[in-house]
Nanobody, 124 residues
Framework: VQLVESGGGLVQAGGSLRLSCAAS????????MGWYRQAPGKERELVAA???????YYPDSVEGRFTISRGNTKNTLYLQMRSLKPEDTAMYYC???????????????????WGQGTQVTVSS
């Protein structure tokens, strides 16, 4: 499975961005997926996760502002980000699991594949 993120960029505070993650390869094996971010000098942070069945999880830091969704097939994952803040600035990564079929996956060690990331910069 290969994951390629797109849609990042520079946006003013309060603005919106929509990230996309295109999966290729053995996409039939993908179950749970998620979006992580990592800012310089900070640990990698989960920002959204979705189970194979469509259940979602968001940490408090993005709840109500970010929405994760999947395309009609398993080869596309989206992250709609609204009301962006400067502290949302980070590299955003898409991740995919092939093992967990019911639950959302919140532990990064339980994801099997990662993309290269797309940069999101929010100016104040």
């Amino acid at each position: 499975v290969q994951l390629v993120e797109s849609g990042g960029g520079l946006v003013q505070a309060g603005g919106s961005l929509r990230l996309s993650c295109a999966a290729s390869g053995s996409i039939f094996s993908i179950t749970a997926m998620g979006w992580y971010r990592q800012a310089p000098g900070k640990e990698r942070e989960l920002v959204a996760a979705i189970s194979d069945g469509g259940s979602t999880y968001y940490p408090d830091s993005v709840e109500g502002r970010f929405t994760i969704s999947r395309g009609n097939t398993k080869n596309t994952l989206y992250l709609q980000m609204r009301s962006l803040k400067p502290e949302d600035t980070a590299m955003y990564y898409c991740a995919a699991s092939v093992a967990y079929t019911i639950v959302v996956v919140t532990n990064p060690n339980e994801y099997d594949y990662w993309g290269q990331g797309t940069q999101v910069t929010v100016s104040s």
